[in-house]
């Protein structure tokens, strides 16, 4: 999944962006509200981790113009604010949780977690083709009865293919959903995941369509 982190704290956002990544979700950090709320308007995002005090423009109208455009991704909250007027506020203009510094980043992918828990009920976001399973939500990956092992990457990966089934992904797009905005090596790295894949899932479910991408097929039909 892809997170968008909006803090205008260097260290604090790019200690953030380190350890989500770790955890498998591909992660952008803008330091800037203006900034924040283009790229928030422009990339499809599944979490937003806003802060309020920023340059630019701050999270209460960063948060505010989204929900007003119709962007309904969810929005964890950060501030150095506590009180229960500002957490007001931040719910409010249509935050979905807030979270006070300094916080516990435990507690952070807990409630970042929860957040994608939810979006993903809310939205039935299982996906299904023949006897192949993808959870976003719990992430777990299932031939039929057997459950299939996956690295956090190549869940990424896989649930790319799985959101489009049937139609060509490039290299380019899975990059974007699997990694960061930033990423500069080699698109290459794609066909690692996807070998790793076909071992794993069994043959026939990932074709390669030469010189465009790769397609999800029912390997049973």
Not at 69 to 93: C, N, S, W
Not at 101 to 106: A, G
Not at 117 to 139: C, F, K
Not at 185 to 201: M, P, Q
């Amino acid at each position: 999944m892809r997170l968008l982190i909006v803090e205008d704290e260097r260290r604090l956002a790019l200690s953030l962006a380190g350890g989500l990544t770790a955890e498998g979700f591909a992660v952008d950090v803008v330091h800037d509200g203006l900034e924040g709320l283009h790229r928030a308007s422009e990339g499809a995002y599944d979490l937003i981790v806003l802060d309020i005090m920023l340059p630019g423009m701050n999270g209460y109208r960063v948060c505010s113009a989204l929900r007003a455009a119709g962007d309904e991704t969810p929005i964890l909250m950060l501030t150095a604010k506590d009180g229960e007027y500002d957490e007001a506020e931040g719910l409010d203009t249509g935050a979905d949780d807030y979270l006070t510094k300094p916080f516990s980043y435990v507690v952070l992918v807990a409630r970042v977690r929860a957040l994608l828990r939810r979006r993903t009920r809310a939205g039935a976001a299982v996906l299904r083709l023949g006897e192949l399973t993808v959870d976003p939500g719990a992430r777990r990956v299932s031939v039929g009865s057997r459950e299939v092992a996956l690295t956090a990457k190549e869940f990424a990966v896989l649930e790319q293919l799985a959101t489009r089934a049937g139609e060509v992904v490039s290299k380019t797009e899975i990059l974007e959903h699997a990694w960061d905005f930033a990423y500069e090596g080699d698109v290459n790295i794609v066909e690692v995941y996807v070998s790793a894949l076909r071992r794993k899932l069994g043959a026939g479910w990932i074709s390669t369509v030469r010189g465009a991408g790769y397609r999800l097929v029912d390997a049973g039909a």
